[in-house]
Nanobody
Framework: QVHLAEFGGGSVQNGGSLRLSCVASGYTPGEDFCMGWYREAPGKLREGVALLGSDGDASYLESVQGRFTVSEDSTKHTLFLQMNNLSPEDTATYYC????????????????????????????WGHGTRVTVSS
């Protein structure tokens, strides 16, 4: 079974930067997944933040576009999220996910869609890494 583990969360000041990583293991040869980052703020539903398509193209939540960059090292089965110019609105637990194709675009991964995915136990999810941004 696929396992995902997130690293790199922490507490930073407004305007600071963090780099998250997600290490995947347990892949079966030939399996293909749509990798991406999602976040869940306190009292809110989980939403898509930065998602990779089947060809490696990235899509972003509007509020993070221009500040966040998602990348991957496929040889190491690792996904990254570079987060710059962080604001308190970015405070959340960030999750790495591996979902079966077809791959979602960020604007399609709204909270209601993600909730349905979670309730259906669809795909694989890490346990999350907490990011706190203070003003």
């Amino acid at each position: 079974q696929v396992h995902l583990a997130e690293f790199g969360g922490g507490s930073v000041q407004n305007g600071g930067s963090l780099r998250l990583s997600c290490v995947a293991s347990g892949y079966t040869p030939g399996e293909d997944f749509c990798m991406g980052w999602y976040r869940e703020a306190p009292g809110k539903l989980r939403e898509g933040v930065a998602l990779l398509g089947s060809d490696g193209d990235a899509s972003y939540l509007e509020s993070v576009q221009g500040r966040f960059t998602v990348s991957e090292d496929s040889t190491k089965h690792t996904l990254f999220l570079q987060m710059n110019n962080l604001s308190p609105e970015d405070t959340a637990t960030y999750y790495c996910a591996a979902l079966p194709p077809p791959c979602l675009l960020a604007h399609e991964a709204d909270p209601t869609v993600v909730r349905s995915v979670l309730e259906a136990n669809y795909g694989y999810w890490g346990h999350g890494t907490r990011v706190t941004v203070s003003s």
